[in-house]
């Protein structure tokens, strides 16, 4: 798998360029700014690009400015942000640009090293990966809502958990539930929040994604 | 000769301000002078049965507004610049009874009012015949002179009288309007006690943003020292302690190992809360504009947002308006039962000027140790306005002013 990498702070960097390598992923290429990071990503087209949000020269949104530059030049071109915080409004931004291919996540994940390299893989196959904060930020902002309101806890739960981008068996296993209790919770989400329920996990975690996020 | 007849126009055109503004003067110490302090006079006995409440604040700030116009006058029309006297308006002023009640004490309290008003007295006749008098000069003067030439060449000996009015018309009048405005000012200006007692409470203000900042940086301090800093010393024991047992208990270093990782994980938590309250990320990231457009995403209710800046106020004014703005939106979302907010944020000359409202209950009242007080002092440590209107039944609307200039936009 071929990673373009966008990280400025040279720890982080040669950090995050060893944990790949050991997980069989190559690193074409790892810059440090943003107008490099943006010219990476079109010329290598990676499997999966891995960017911080905050880079060089202005050290404030750069590399967020370049994945989706990026992306709406080579459309559905995957990419996993990290940051050491999380918005709603990058995330608004993030998921307007196109769909699928897309990862959002703290930094502070990177510690959990399986789960990451996992989110990675997710993203690189077209799928999401939301950190559970910016999920948590956008159900806080719908929670008024009367669809919303109408969901058990457990239905919540599981909402959340479908919105991070985890499959089916994912939730079940983080639940302790059956697979099967799991398409049950799902089936009623959706008629509660009047949401086309169809085809796989992906096209259902964006139409909950989407929902989230109108 | 062209010279000359320019300075002539010039002349007879500064002549023809200076009477004017004589004439204003003298109009304005009769009307409306004479009948606020007649009205002040007659209102405040009527203060003892109770009527007075509404009549006295009215015709005192009447006389007030009269005080302050001649303050502007001294200073643009003969760069005399008299200071303003009066007293902070009190906090907390309500709209029923007892605001008018505090309005009155407020009012009656302070020696300045006392002073505009015997000003407003003496200012009638001294004001109708210093006022007069450069017009009656120029007036007199010419009309004498030309009768004296034209209708009676053989009277010359009222001659020297018409020119010598025409000559205080023209060249004294200045000197005379000058001469009222330092009149104005024996009355009008602050006395001594109160430049010192408005001194104090700029110190008092002043010291107030220092003990508030220097109670952030101990909190700041705290934090890291018992957050952070707490679990980066577990951190660092978990991991040596899994060194040791490494070879010998592979099961026990795996345990430590994973104590190790959510600690990081809890310190990366705390820092990252401890920033936002300090600096919010979005805010350097995106500037004022954007951050409050971050913030505007992240509320459970609409927040329609009208915006126009054309670049970016000093960092320490954008940190104070971004916090006012969330401080005032969280209020919204906590006590209004609002089902809609806005936001306008834009640019005046000098001053940056944020409006925040609801559709919501009303009734907010800045309280000590509330969040709108946080605001204003947050907003006074940059020589900023509040104002709060908040009807009970709604709806409230905040507004902020922070002078500042603007720097280019980022392009």
Redesign the interface.
């Known amino acids: 798998m071929r990673v373009v990498l966008g990280e400025d702070l040279t720890l982080l960097r040669d950090g995050l360029i060893r944990l790949l390598t050991a997980y069989d992923m190559e690193v074409v290429e790892a810059v440090d700014n943003g107008p490099e990071l943006l010219r990476a990503l079109v010329t290598h087209r990676p499997d999966v690009a891995v960017v911080d949000?905050?880079l060089p020269p202005?050290?404030?949104?750069e590399g967020l400015n370049a994945a989706i530059e990026a992306r709406s030049q080579v459309p559905g071109l995957p990419v996993l942000v990290l940051s050491?915080?999380v918005?709603?409004?990058?995330a608004?931004e993030l998921l307007s640009g196109g769909i699928g291919g897309l990862g959002y996540l703290?930094?502070?994940r990177v510690?959990?090293v399986r789960r990451f390299i996992e989110a990675v893989r997710i993203v690189a196959g077209g799928g999401t990966a939301m950190d559970p904060e910016v999920i948590s930020?956008l159900m806080?902002?719908?929670?008024?809502d009367e669809p919303l309101r109408r969901l058990t806890p457990r239905e919540r739960e599981v909402l959340a958990l479908m919105a991070e981008g985890r499959t089916n068996a994912g939730i079940a296993t983080r639940l302790v539930v059956t697979e099967k209790a799991v398409s049950k919770h799902i089936n009623n989400i959706f008629n509660k929040l009047d949401l086309y329920p169809g085809g796989d996990d992906n096209r259902r975690v964006l139409a909950v994604l989407a929902y989230l996020n109108a | 000769m062209s010279d000359g007849a320019s300075g002539v126009r010039r002349l007879a055109r500064l002549t023809l301000r200076t009477c004017a503004r004589g004439l204003a003067i003298a109009v304005l110490s009769v009307v409306p002078g004479i009948p606020l302090f007649f009205v002040s006079l007659v209102s405040l006995p009527l203060l003892a049965v109770g009527v007075g409440v509404v009549p006295v604040p009215m015709s005192l700030l009447g006389v007030r507004r009269r005080a302050s116009q001649q303050r502007r006058f001294a200073l643009e029309w003969s760069g005399v610049s008299i200071a303003t006297p009066y007293r902070p308006r009190p906090d907390e002023v309500s709209n029923g009874l007892i605001g008018r009640l505090q309005r009155c004490k407020w009012l009656l309290t302070d020696p300045a009012t006392w002073r505009d008003l015997l000003w407003t007295l003496v200012n009638a006749p001294v004001g109708i015949a210093l006022g007069a008098l450069p017009a009656f000069g120029v007036v007199a003067g010419a009309v004498g002179l030309l009768s004296g030439v034209w209708l009676h060449p053989g009277h010359l000996g009222e001659l020297p009288l018409f020119l010598g009015l025409l000559l205080v018309g023209v060249l004294a009048g200045p000197l005379v309007l000058k001469t009222y405005a330092q009149f104005s000012a024996l009355l009008l200006a602050p006395t001594r006690e109160e430049m010192a007692a408005s001194l104090d409470r700029l110190n008092e203000s002043r010291s107030q943003v220092v003990d508030a900042s220097a109670a952030e940086l101990r909190r700041i301090e705290r934090d890291l020292h018992d957050g952070a800093q707490a679990r980066l010393v577990s951190l660092g024991m978990s991991i040596g302690l899994a060194e040791q047992v490494v070879r010998d208990n592979p099961d026990l270093a795996l345990k430590l190992l994973a104590e190790a990782r959510a600690s990081s994980g809890q310190a990366l938590s705390d820092l990252r809360h401890l920033i936002r309250g300090i600096h919010p990320p979005v805010l350097a990231e995106r500037g004022l504009d954007g951050a409050v457009r971050a913030l505007a995403v992240s509320l459970p209710l609409p927040v329609e947002l009208r915006i126009e800046l054309e670049g970016r106020p000093p960092a320490p004014v954008e940190s104070a308006a971004y916090f006012a703005i969330a401080e005032v939106l969280a209020n919204v979302v906590k006590h209004s039962a609002a089902r809609s907010a806005w936001v306008q944020l834009a640019y005046e000359p000098g001053r940056l000027v944020a409006i925040v409202g609801d559709d919501g209950t009303g009734g907010a009242i800045p309280r000590a140790g509330g969040g709108l007080r946080g605001i204003e002092r947050r907003v006074a440590a940059f020589d900023g306005l509040i104002a709060v209107t908040s009807p009970v039944g709604g709806p409230t609307v905040v507004t902020m002013e922070l002078p500042c200039a603007l720097s280019l936009a980022r392009t």
């Open positions: 949000v905050r202005t050290f404030t949104d050491q915080h918005e709603p409004l990058y608004r703290l930094k502070d510690s959990d930020l806080a902002r719908r929670a008024r």
